[in-house]
């Protein structure tokens, strides 16, 4: 359509040839879809524009536009991005790209555009050169968006996982054939839980925010720094010249996120664990990069939780025996999976005793494995296992039906009285767990066993986790009937604390702490009174790993309403199940 006052349009549509001149229900539809659409003789000069070219070129100047002016920004980028031999008007062909322009607003714009030409004799001037265009710059802007969000994290800004390992694996393939190192520092924030449970979680992010910062600000400008995890971070370095140069860049990192936060009127202590690995032979002979950076993160995660196991707040060097390490743990892990699948587990118990009728009043289930290769493997090597593989919740499940299981046999046999009670160690995972409540009461049900014949033995800490889902379970399965222990009181920081703010029924006492061999009568006073508290709140006491006879004198004079431990009856197979007390 010719171009001229936006008054006279019809009249300007007649002076056009009509093969320039779209058809109506064609220039409707591109002027819908926005797209701009612009003809041009050979000669360069404009001969038609549908609405939205004009809006977009400018009415009062497209009469005069030619190929060789410069008189419009838009028209000149579209023309100067396509070949020469178009533009020309040489040859016949079409090209079809992205064209970047800055308007006269300074704001940056993206057309996708498609140019054509085309020699006919039948047209004006021989030919013609088309032009269609259309401002893509909303949805382009939008995708770089979900491209920035697919590879970064919400919170921190930083990259994330899906993108530190493809930095990281790119990293290392440059650096094959050539001397020094790539580097994974991995960062992990010691007991950022408590922040989130004593502050909030809106706080604790604030907290990673700060750290995301400070730990960019403390590395070298060419490394990159990525969170990956809630409050894990990942630094990867490159150019290193050995071990002691990546131990130092630790090192600043740490120093970086260490040292007290107030917030709220309250001083808190931040220190972070840092695990540091290097691109060694072994990481570099496999030939995949993103397996051998995979591998590198998962050597430095392991020096990492080496770090928290030597007392947190440091820096550790991965090193092969770590690797050995890991790899035995990976496999015992993965037998374990299948020995609990498989049932392939045992269960012993030791009898609980009450220090009045010396009759057995409970028994605690003590998982066993007895490992095909390597023999009996300790209980606390196990389980830790279990709780770093995700495998705990299986193991607690079995232990809890077999349990169950044998104590509706005792009961059958006449072996057990009425008021006999089975203990089943459970887990924070377990207590947190949406579904426990459910299977516990199912269980219960499979069996015939009665809810107040379960007592569930927790650890303090478990139990003072704050965990809302954990308070739950608790208050749920006291209100159904089934007990709950506070196992190995007096080990940890919150002994006193945790008898007014957890409720449960039973207080199991630590051997440590319950009047150990050549305990003194300060000793004694101080259990009795533990005793008198929980005995005010409505507990019972049960003091555990009762090896002395003094020390069993002495706990029952504290008033202690029962005792467990080798001194009595060491744990033993169901089978075994003793009655009453040789005391």
């Not at 493809?166 to 992990?188: E, S």
């Not at 319950?514 to 008198?532: I, K, N, W």
């Amino acid at each position: 359509m010719p171009v001229g006052d936006s008054d006279n349009r019809a009249d300007d549509h007649a002076s056009i040839p009509p093969a320039l001149s779209l058809p109506l229900a064609i220039r409707e539809l591109l002027d819908a879809d926005r797209t701009a659409v612009i003809l041009l003789g050979l000669d360069g000069r404009v001969q038609s524009a549908n609405e939205t070219a004009l809006e977009l070129l400018g009415a009062e100047s497209v009469r005069t536009m030619t190929v060789g002016s410069a008189s419009h920004a838009i028209l000149r980028s579209m023309l100067d991005h396509a070949p020469r031999h178009l533009v020309n008007g040489t040859t016949d062909g079409v090209w079809q790209g992205d064209i970047d322009h800055i308007d006269a607003m300074g704001e940056h714009r993206i057309f996708r555009a498609t140019v054509a030409t085309r020699h006919d004799s039948t047209l004006p001037n021989g030919g013609v050169i088309g032009i269609a265009a259309h401002d893509v710059t909303i949805s382009r802007l939008n995708a770089a968006s979900l491209r920035h969000r697919a590879t970064h994290d919400s919170l921190t800004g930083l990259a994330n996982r899906r993108q530190i390992l493809a930095t990281l694996a790119h990293a290392l393939g440059d650096q094959r054939g050539h001397p020094g190192h790539v580097g994974a520092i991995f960062v992990d924030f010691d007991r950022l839980k408590h922040v989130n449970d004593a502050l909030g979680h809106q706080v604790g992010d604030r907290l990673l925010i700060s750290a995301a910062q400070r730990l960019s600000d403390s590395i070298r400008s060419h490394d990159r720094v990525a969170r990956i995890g809630g409050d894990e971070f990942l630094v990867v370095c490159t150019g290193l010249a050995d071990l002691s140069a990546a131990f130092e860049l630790a090192e600043r990192a740490r120093r970086a996120l260490t040292g007290r936060l107030r917030l709220r009127q309250l001083d808190l202590p931040l220190s972070v664990s840092i695990g540091v690995a290097v691109s060694d032979d072994e990481v570099l002979s496999t030939e995949d990069d993103l397996a051998a950076a995979s591998t590198l993160i998962s050597n430095a995660d392991t020096a990492m939780y080496e770090a928290k196991s030597n007392g947190r707040g440091r820096s550790v060097l991965f090193t092969s025996a770590m690797r050995s390490a890991a790899r035995e743990r990976a496999e015992l892990a993965s037998d374990l999976a299948r020995a609990i699948a498989d049932r392939r587990l045992t269960i012993d118990y030791q009898p609980l005793f009450s220090t009045v009728t010396h009759q057995v009043i409970g028994a605690e289930a003590l998982v066993r494995w007895n490992h095909p290769q390597r023999g009996l493997i300790p209980p606390n090597e196990f389980i830790a296992i279990a709780e770093e593989a995700g495998s705990i919740g299986q193991l607690g499940e079995f232990v809890l039906d077999q349990a169950l299981l044998e104590t509706r046999v005792w009961s059958e046999r006449g072996v057990i009285d009425d008021d006999f009670a089975v203990h089943v160690n459970v887990s924070s995972v377990q207590l947190a767990s949406g579904t426990f409540v459910n299977a516990v009461m199912g269980m219960l049900r499979t069996h015939g066993v009665r809810p107040d014949q379960l007592v569930l033995e927790a650890r303090e800490t478990a139990l003072l986790g704050r965990n809302a889902d954990a308070d739950r379970s608790v208050r749920t399965l006291r209100r159904l009937g089934v007990g709950i222990a506070i196992d190995n009181f007096g080990t940890g920081a919150n002994a006193l604390s945790v008898l007014t703010e957890i409720g449960a029924d039973i207080l199991k006492l630590d051997g440590a702490f319950g009047l150990p061999h050549g305990a003194s009568d300060t000793d004694t006073r101080l259990v009795r009174a533990v005793v008198l508290l929980a005995h005010a709140l409505g507990m019972r006491v049960v003091a555990q790993r009762v090896s002395d006879i003094d020390q069993l004198r002495h706990l029952r004079a504290a008033g202690c309403d029962a005792l467990q431990g080798n001194l009595l009856a060491r744990a033993g197979a169901a089978a075994d199940m003793v009655s009453s007390a040789p005391f």
